[in-house]
């Protein structure tokens, strides 16, 4: 089992930047893929940035080149750093891990909530 604890979420100005953090524990030794995902009002849940064991990183279309995801795997922590953000960036923001390389992980936690104000 893996927990997943986030922090980071408030309200931001557009054009501002913002860091969230996310810290795991438990069997941290199995995760071989961290992600954050992000739920707008209303809207699917998104995949916006994912890291890999390999330090490999995929990104969201609508983010790249603002948000910069990076891993810390002596401290099990996964951080996003988001600048220039946007209204559109409103959403709780939620970090998922897992062991596999290709695939969403089981573990989630219980999401930060980013509000961008125009």
């Known amino acids: 089992q893996v927990q997943l604890v986030e922090s980071g979420g408030r309200l931001v100005q557009a054009g501002g930047s913002l860091r969230l953090s996310c810290a795991a524990s438990?069997?941290?030794?199995?995760?071989?893929?961290y992600a954050w995902y992000r739920q707008a009002p209303g809207k699917q849940r998104e995949m916006v940035a994912e890291?890999?064991?390999?330090?490999?990183?995929t990104y969201a279309n609508s983010v790249k080149g603002r948000f910069t995801i990076s891993s810390d795997n002596a401290k099990n922590t996964v951080d996003l750093q988001m600048n220039s953000l946007k209204p559109e960036d409103t959403a709780v923001y939620y970090c998922?891990?897992?062991?596999?390389?290709?695939?969403?992980?089981?573990?989630w936690g219980q999401g930060t909530e980013v509000t961008v104000s125009s």
């Open positions: 890291i890999r064991r390999d330090d490999m990183t």
């Open positions: 998922n891990a897992g062991p596999y390389y290709y695939a969403q992980g089981n573990y």
């Open positions: 438990g069997d941290t030794l199995s995760i071989r893929r």
